[in-house]
Antibody, heavy 120, light 107 residues
Framework: EVQLVESGGGLVQPGGSLRLSCVASGFTFKTYWMTWVRQPPGKGLEWVANINQDGTTKYSVDSVKGRFTISRDNVKNSLSLQMNSLRVEDTAIYYC?????????????WGQGILVTVSS | DIQMTQSPSSLSASVGDRVTISCRSSQDINKFLNWYQQKPGKAPKLLICQVSSLQSGVPSRFSGSGSGTDFALTIGSLQPEDFATYFCQQSYTSPLTFGGGTKVEIK
């Protein structure tokens, strides 16, 4: 069974940092793209960033460029999102998901989500 | 960025109704359009990828259609477990973008 489990969320002040992790099991992690998607409370979905199988190709939405860094460890089957210079508008549930890449991919397995709250 | 516009943003329907949700992209995205279902407090679930490919385990009452810039998700006969929010998503180019969602409520 494919499983994705996020951790590392919580409350942080504006300007602070947080590192999210996602541990994968039940599939061959190193053969898939991986993605982060976020959802502000009560709002829609926003794709944040993705990374290819060996970590050499990364894409992200403009609003997080220069602040968030996606990475992966194929030995530990883990995906990370380092979030710096956090803003109130980054408050959201963050999901990691298995991705089939760009172009033409889709997100076929999702974690349960982890809440990040940016507030003073 | 490619904008994805869903309509309606919400709808009320009865069990057994046929429901169609529309999704329009701001430019041609070929066939790179996916649909997700999300229930309250849960992660989204992939229903359909690349316009019309039904994911394993998804009931056949769900179907997808369209090409270019205009797409649709149809639920052939609405069931109680289908009341949820549905999102379309383009995977043609970065940044990947989602539609605003369509909430399907019980009439």
């Amino acid at each position: 069974e494919v499983q994705l489990v996020e951790s590392g969320g919580g409350l942080v002040q504006p300007g602070g940092s947080l590192r999210l992790s996602c541990v994968a099991s039940g599939f061959t992690f190193k053969t898939y793209w991986m993605t982060w998607v976020r959802q502000p409370p009560g709002k829609g979905l926003e794709w944040v960033a993705n990374i290819n199988q060996d970590g050499t190709t990364k894409y992200s939405v403009d609003s997080v460029k220069g602040r968030f860094t996606i990475s992966r460890d194929n030995v530990k089957n883990s995906l990370s999102l380092q979030m710096n210079s956090l803003r109130v508008e980054d408050t959201a549930i963050y999901y990691c998901a298995r991705d089939f890449g760009i172009p033409g991919g889709w997100f076929d397995a999702w974690g349960q989500g982890i809440l990040v709250t940016v507030s003073s | 960025d490619i904008q994805m516009t869903q309509s309606p943003s919400s709808l009320s329907a009865s069990v057994g109704d046929r429901v169609t949700i529309s999704c329009r992209s701001s430019q041609d995205i070929n066939k790179f359009l996916n649909w997700y279902q999300q229930k309250p407090g849960k992660a989204p679930k992939l229903l359909i990828c690349q316009v019309s490919s039904l994911q394993s385990g998804v009931p056949s009452r769900f179907s997808g259609s369209g090409s270019g810039t205009d797409f649709a998700l149809t639920i052939g006969s609405l069931q109680p477990e289908d009341f949820a929010t549905y999102f379309c998503q383009q995977s043609y180019t970065s940044p990947l973008t989602f539609g605003g969602g369509t909430k399907v409520e019980i009439k």
